[in-house]
């Protein structure tokens, strides 16, 4: 099946910075890419599309301005979680469509963010 | 209304046994549907996915789809305590997915 890959897979920083997670598709191109955010014990949580070359379309009271997501190519986007505070620590997960015959989504491993 | 919606359990079977995971769902313009697995602190895996009424197996798998009804199933078959999971049920509806809020199943030896 396709791959999907985030680095980096765990980071801790302290309150009041910014952290940046990458979302490649490594054997596939993806025009669209899914962020999303799991807190523990609960299901997965839509953020944003990622669309490449045009802006993200965010989900209802997701800060746009506090979640940056570019999409730079047709194999990676970005998520950049600025200023972070301890209640953004979470599990962030990116996941991209085939586009072939049935939509399959592929997730990548996730990206487990810890803010002190 | 919720998009897609699945008992949340926990759902326990012993070692051997049937598991019955039910999803429904609210969109009939849904388009497929697809049975992930997400193990603890893992991101999710897509076990199968179906778009036909119908039954679809893949080994130890069956999902079962009735578009009439809105509902798909998925029926793990012998199971095992590997498969002691969260389960999480999606629709695709044009671009977007939609997914429940997920079955914890626990398989007991």
């Known amino acids: 099946g396709a791959v999907v890959s985030q680095h980096p897979s765990r980071v801790i920083c302290k309150s009041g910075t910014s952290v940046k997670i990458e979302c490649r598709s490594l054997?596939?191109?993806?025009?669209?890419m899914f962020w999303y955010r799991q807190f523990p014990k609960q299901s997965l949580m839509l953020m944003a599309t990622s669309n490449e070359g045009s802006k993200a379309t965010y989900e209802q009271g997701v800060e746009k301005d506090k979640f940056l997501i570019n999409h730079a190519s047709l194999t990676l986007s970005t998520l950049t979680v600025t200023s972070a505070h301890p209640e953004d620590s979470s599990f962030y997960i990116c996941?991209?469509?085939?586009?072939?015959?049935?939509?399959?989504?592929?997730f990548g491993p996730g990206t487990r963010l810890t803010v002190l | 209304q919720k998009e897609v919606e699945q008992n949340s359990g926990p759902l326990s079977v012993p070692e051997g046994a049937i598991a019955s995971l039910n999803c429904t769902y609210s969109d009939r313009g849904s388009q497929s549907f697809f049975w992930y697995r997400q193990y603890s602190g893992k991101s999710p895996e897509l076990i199968m996915f179906?778009?036909?009424?119908g039954d679809k197996e893949d080994g130890r798998f069956t999902a079962q789809l009735n578009k009439a009804s809105q509902y798909v199933s998925l029926l793990i078959r012998d199971s095992q305590p590997s498969d002691s999971a969260t389960y999480l049920c999606a629709v695709n509806i044009g671009n977007q997915f939609y997914f429940g809020t997920g079955t914890s199943l626990t398989v007991i030896p």
């Open positions: 996941s991209a469509p085939t586009s072939g015959g049935v939509n399959e989504q592929f």
């Open positions: 054997d596939f191109q993806a025009t669209t």
């Open positions: 179906i778009y036909s009424n």
